[in-house]
């Protein structure tokens, strides 16, 4: 089956902690992004990566982390930095075509609390 | 930044009714999307429209653009129970290989 997959499904995290969400995609997609979702929100994209070993700031990156060191992974680290982390996490990839991003594909998404 | 702002933010109606949604934005784009979000799913694609199409069509889905008026309208006819969802549109601007999501608008159809 090809698509994209996100683990875990729900994380608890205690104050001071840093966690890590994985998120895997076996569509040879070259871009791969991160967004948060709030209760009743839209999504906002936190940090996406267009190559290996690259990746650039989206509109909330303060307090996350991610790495690129396979194109088939995207990992995101909540670090204690972010001062409200409870929420939902969407992974998303896409294959790029031209200057302009195409249709995106999202994982089923990562609900995150903190204790 | 969000540039897509949809309204209405919330729609109920009966099955068999038509559902329609709006969504506004500010910049210039390449392409306009809508996407669908169960409740605590990731979202779907439906439905893309490049910046120089005017009209498309998915099944029940339609699709319109407005690029003078830098707005969107999706109508999904004969709506369905199963339709029930949460309902984003994204603008992917020039030059960039990212989406901008809007705010979303909940469609209830009660069966």
């Known amino acids: 089956d090809g698509g994209i997959t996100q683990s875990p499904k729900y994380l608890f995290r205690k104050e001071g902690q840093n966690v890590t969400l994985s998120c895997e995609q076996n569509?040879?997609?070259?871009?791969m992004y991160w967004y948060r979702q709030d209760p009743g929100q839209g999504l906002r994209l936190i940090y996406y990566?267009?190559?290996?070993?690259?990746?650039q700031k989206g509109d909330i990156a303060e307090g996350y982390s991610v790495s690129r060191e396979k194109k088939e992974s995207f990992p995101l680290t909540v670090t204690s930095a972010q001062k409200n982390p409870t929420a939902f996490y969407l992974c998303?990839?896409?294959?790029?075509?031209?200057?302009?991003?195409?249709?995106?594909?999202f994982g089923p998404g990562t609900r995150l609390t903190v204790l | 930044s969000q540039q897509g702002e949809e309204d209405p933010q919330a729609l109920s109606i009966q099955e068999g009714e038509n559902a329609t949604m709006n969504c506004s934005y500010k910049?210039?784009?390449?392409?306009l999307q809508w996407y669908r979000q169960n409740s605590g799913r990731g979202l779907v694609h439906l439905i893309l429209?490049?910046?120089?199409?005017r009209e498309k069509h998915s099944g029940r889905l339609r699709v319109t653009l407005d690029t003078s008026k830098k707005s969107s309208s999706l109508l999904i006819t004969a709506s369905r129970a199963a339709d029930t969802a949460s309902y984003f549109c994204?603008?992917?601007?020039?030059?960039?290989?990212?989406?901008?999501f809007g705010t979303g608008t909940l469609l209830a159809v009660q069966p």
């Open positions: 990566s267009q190559i290996v070993n690259d990746f």
């Open positions: 429209i490049r910046s120089n199409e």
């Open positions: 994204a603008t992917a601007a020039r030059g960039t290989n990212k989406l901008i």
């Open positions: 569509l040879n997609h070259d871009a």
């Open positions: 998303a990839s896409t294959a790029l075509r031209g200057r302009s991003t195409d249709t995106q594909y």
């Open positions: 910049t210039s784009i390449n392409n």
